[in-house]
């Protein structure tokens, strides 16, 4: 895990604002413990493997976590990993496989997924049956204190007994309509919901002194946010679709437990698909593990990372295709610099002024994204000057701000990526069309123009673009 930036420091007064879901309006961010900043994520269901609106969601918080890392704050990060489920059980059924075979299957795709878009790995990763200690813990605590009953082996949370239920969605009990799921028998009130449920023949269960059974969804967040982050931290996050119930049931378990829970909710918008949220179960997915046959991982983190994290993406292949050539002019800029410079230029320790600004103000990506794109045109202007010294200047500022949102392609993190991907042949490439560009030299020189031209010619056919600058002719894959 990358550490502040060298410069960084805490400073102590506010810089940096978010949209809170509980105040339905931007804060400015006041930490629970100066220079700390504790962030819980709700991660994978592992249930099926990753589409792209699961990565964005771990994308969006990277980006938050990364910012905050550069404005000086040591950062805990969780993101949990729910590994028993309704659906894991019952696609082990189908499969006649066990379930806990399902649930590693798809926590490695979702890591081969984050890793391919670039997300660092949490600070702890706690997987849901790791924890059932904990969650009877809570459990007993929530019974004792009269929140909870247990009914025909089901603990269920008696949502009348918490007053502050539904602030977070910002919902009145007597509209709330909540179906009990199968098997949930027993309940005082309809709206009460499961934090365990009875064990069923043949299914994982664990023991607990209400019987065997296993754990709900939410009562898995709440008991993993309290023994990771303890009684309160700073954000908790999570897709929209998560406010309710989800988050809601978290928020009243935690707090009758006696936690403060959260201070912040941070919520992503959704990737979706003819203005529906993309989900498994609607069918309207794309797998990362797909994605990434045909595009770039950098490119996709681009496209997926850098509108605002509470706007909608639709997905769309043309917008793909756009954030592609935008990426590509940011990568020529660099190139050109690097060679013009003949070495590696290092990041600027600091970014630009109005980038900082526009990541403050409430992870403004798009806006510090056009300060990229502005210092790019401006490094571009400085080549065509010749102004050496101003292009090399940009390109340490570009770099800077690319790191910060994990998209530098210079760094060693897409290196190795790239490597992967048969990157390391390009000096091998680079030496054998070099050789190829010297005979069509050597052909100009004899003025013979037949040979020269059909050099190109075959270059082109090779998928090599040649373009000829007053330093020399240039290749790139067309
Ligand atoms: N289309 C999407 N766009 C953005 N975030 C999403 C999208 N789908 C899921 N998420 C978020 O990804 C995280 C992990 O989701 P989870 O594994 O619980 O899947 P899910 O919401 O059940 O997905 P699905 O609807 O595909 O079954 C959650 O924070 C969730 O809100
Ligand atoms: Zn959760």
Redo the contacts with the bound molecule.
């Keep these: 895990m990358p550490g502040a930036l060298p410069n960084a420091h805490y400073s102590g007064c506010v810089t940096i604002r978010l949209y809170d879901t509980s105040a339905r309006q931007i804060r400015d961010f006041s930490p629970l413990t100066p220079g700390c900043v504790s962030i819980y994520l709700?991660?994978?269901?592992v249930q099926a493997a990753p589409?792209i609106?699961?990565i964005?969601?771990g994308l969006n918080f990277d980006i938050l976590r990364r910012w905050f890392t550069y404005r000086g704050y040591d950062v805990t990060f969780v993101r949990n990993v729910?590994d028993i489920d309704d659906k894991i059980i019952t696609k082990a059924a189908d499969q006649g496989r066990p379930w806990w075979s399902i649930g590693y299957e798809n926590e490695r795709a979702f890591n081969n997924g984050y890793d391919a878009l670039g997300c660092l790995p949490p600070t702890v990763e706690p997987r849901a049956t790791g924890h059932v200690t904990e969650m009877v813990e809570m459990m007993r605590g929530l019974i004792e204190r009269s929140y909870a009953y247990e009914a025909d082996g089901n603990v269920y949370f008696d949502v009348r007994s918490f007053p502050g239920y539904l602030q977070l969605s910002n919902q009145e009990l007597d509209n709330l309509l909540q179906p009990s799921g199968e098997g949930e028998t027993g309940k005082r009130d309809p709206r009460d919901f499961a934090m365990w449920k009875a064990a069923k023949p043949g299914e994982p269960s664990w023991e607990t002194p209400w019987g065997r059974g296993r754990p709900g969804w939410h009562l898995e967040c709440s008991a993993m946010a309290h023994k990771y982050l303890g009684s309160a931290f700073d954000i908790h996050g999570?897709?929209l679709?998560?406010i309710f119930p989800h988050h809601e049931n978290e928020i009243a378990q935690a707090k009758a437990f006696g936690d403060d829970f959260a201070s912040y909710w941070v919520h992503?918008a959704?990737?979706t698909m003819s203005g529906e949220?993309?989900?498994?179960?609607l069918g309207n997915?794309v797998l990362v593990s797909e994605m990434v046959k045909h595009w770039r991982p950098i490119v996709l983190r681009y496209y997926l990372g850098t509108p605002h994290y509470r706007s909608m993406i639709e997905y769309s292949e043309d917008a793909l295709r756009e954030a592609e050539a935008a990426f590509a002019r940011i990568e020529g800029f660099m190139q050109r610099v690097c060679e013009m410079a003949g070495k590696t230029v290092e990041p600027a320790a600091e970014v630009p002024p109005a980038f900082a600004e526009a990541m403050d103000d409430d992870l403004g990506v798009p806006q510090a994204l056009a300060i990229v794109h502005t210092t790019v045109r401006q490094g571009n202007s400085a080549l065509t000057a010749d102004d050496k010294e101003s292009a090399v200047a940009r390109l340490a500022e570009v770099r800077a701000m690319l790191g910060v949102l994990g998209l530098d392609p210079l760094d060693e993190q897409w290196a190795d990526a790239s490597a992967g991907r048969g990157d390391d042949l390009h000096g091998v490439v680079d030496s054998l069309v070099r050789l190829v560009l010297e005979q069509r030299q050597a052909a100009r020189g004899r003025k013979d123009w037949a040979a020269a031209d059909a050099i190109r010619d075959r270059l082109q056919h090779a998928g090599l673009a040649i373009e000829d600058t007053p330093s020399g002719p240039r290749w790139s894959l067309s």
């Design positions: 709700c991660g994978a269901t589409h609106g699961h964005r969601s729910t999570g897709g679709d998560l992503n959704w990737v949220k993309m989900s498994k179960s997915s």
